[in-house]
């Protein structure tokens, strides 16, 4: 079975300073993984995605993350957060066959100017 | 246009009413879901189908029902509509395994409130 496991439910920065969402993963088999962005009442945006090719996978809007299987850990990243970073952030598990997708329970990030 | 729309976006409906909730694609996918998110709780999978014929329930299935019209399109149904329901509601959509990305893409969600 599969799940996922994000620590904070709220994260807040300043402006510029470093994002850092953590996400923990659980799986059973090689697990392919994922990071969504909700902006306010928006759907789900795909930010990047882990399907075993490099470990470093870079996304969109800066953000990046690192697939660590000792850590069983994909935790996203940003350099230097911008105000229109603000939105939930949701890390997303699934398997070789991609019938289903399993959420954690989101991190909202707020960034302070 | 968008590639996977709902209707309606928002909707305000009194215990014990019957609704339904829609979601068309235009991308072309086998797969379709629908999801629930509730603060805290992120999203949670209702009903998933893989193709017109093939339907599953997902983890939060009781009180709820789908149908695969076509391709395109995937309804969810609230037989009788209760509190708890309130939520809003999301319709995804992706490719069969080796056939395209691997993601899935959604709608813009529907805000259900059952008074």
Known sequence: AQSVTQLGSHVSVSEGALVLLRCNYSSSV?????????????????????????????????????????????????????????????CAVSVYNFNKFYFGSGTKLNVKP | DADVTQTPRNRITKTGKRIMLECSQTKGHDRMYWYRQ???????????????????????????????????????????????????????TSDSPGQGSNEQFFGPGTRLTVL
């Open chain 1, 30 to 90: 090689p697990p392919y993984l994922f990071w969504y962005v909700q902006y306010p009442n928006q759907g789900l945006q795909l930010l990047l995605k882990y399907t075993s090719a490099a470990t470093l996978v870079k996304g969109i809007n800066g953000f990046e993350a690192e697939f660590k299987k000792s850590e069983t850990s994909f935790h996203l990243t940003k350099p230097s957060a911008h105000m229109s970073d603000a939105a939930e952030y949701f």
């Open chain 2, 38 to 92: 509730d603060p805290g709780l992120g999203l949670r999978l209702i009903y998933y189908s893989f193709d017109v014929k093939d339907i599953n329930k997902g983890e939060i299935s009781d009180g709820y029902s789908v149908s695969r019209q076509a391709q395109a399109k995937f309804s969810l149904s609230l037989e009788s509509a209760i509190p708890n329901q309130t939520a809003l509601y999301f319709c995804a």
